[in-house]
T-cell receptor
Framework: DAGVIQSPRHEVTEMGQEVTLRCKPISGHDYLFWYRQTMMRGLELLIYFNNNVPIDDSGMPEDRFSAKMPNASFSTLKIQPSEPRDSAVYFC????????????????FGPGTRLLVL | DQQVKQNSPSLSVQEGRISILNCDYTNSMFDYFLWYKKYPAEGPTFLISISSIKDKNEDGRFTVFLNKSAKHLSLHIVPSQPGDSAVYFCAASYSNAGNMLTFGGGTRLMVKP
């Protein structure tokens, strides 16, 4: 398997523009997570999905952020409108799931999208 | 409210010596713990994990120790190699948490040749 795939790897945009980050999880994984990493706040969980259904979005900072998972192999994180303080590295991760299975909680991360909002 | 803390932001070790990275947690419900390694411009990669029913897990040069009474875990790397230089994150989860992980803030390890 190719692992978790994220695109784009880098994104530079101007304040007010819409930004869409994409993620393809590992095939067969039931869980998908979106994280944001900044110097100040470290690695923050934004939202996660189980079997394409959003379970916990309490980490989403504002209504400007939205995430979807239309099918098991694709998810998007959208910021509209973007602001300079959204500049960060955004990671997508997936994990197998399954009750009681060894290693079910282990999350596998993509390479991240480095976002710069000017 | 940081449930998982890594109190040392950085650690410098000589090649060949032991690296010890520490992590403390406050939530007694955590029952599964993981360590991730992160190189610049890459995503965190899973390194080693331990269940709360164990107090030690070893994988090659990497050993994780868990002290439940102290709510403390540590990662030992022996011998340390320059390629081990990276940021290390500890993470914790518990049953019924929906596979969510709570991450510490990370420790930057520098292994000097």
């Amino acid at each position: 398997d190719a692992g978790v795939i994220q695109s784009p790897r880098h994104e530079v945009t101007e304040m007010g523009q819409e930004v869409t980050l994409r993620c393809k999880p590992i095939s067969g994984h039931d869980y998908l997570f979106w994280y944001r990493q900044t110097m100040m706040r470290g690695l923050e969980l934004l939202i996660y999905f189980n079997n394409n259904v959003p379970i916990d979005d309490s980490g989403m900072p504002e209504d400007r952020f939205s995430a979807k998972m239309p099918n098991a192999s694709f998810s998007t994180l959208k910021i509209q409108p973007s602001e300079p303080r959204d500049s960060a590295v955004y990671f997508c991760a997936s994990s197998p799931g399954g009750q009681g299975a060894p290693g079910q909680e282990t999350q596998y991360f993509g390479p991240g999208t480095r976002l710069l909002v000017l | 409210d940081q449930q998982v803390k890594q109190n040392s932001p950085s650690l410098s070790v000589q090649e060949g010596r032991i690296s010890i990275l520490n992590c403390d947690y406050t939530n007694s419900m955590f029952d599964y713990f993981l360590w991730y390694k992160k190189y610049p411009a890459e995503g965190p990669t899973f390194l080693i994990s331990i269940s709360s029913i164990k107090d030690k897990n070893e994988d090659g040069r990497f050993t994780v120790f868990l002290n439940k009474s102290a709510k403390h875990l540590s990662l030992h790397i022996v011998p340390s190699q320059p390629g081990d230089s990276a940021v290390y994150f500890c993470a914790a989860s518990y049953s019924n948490a929906g596979n969510m992980l709570t991450f510490g803030g990370g420790t930057r390890l520098m292994v000097k040749p």
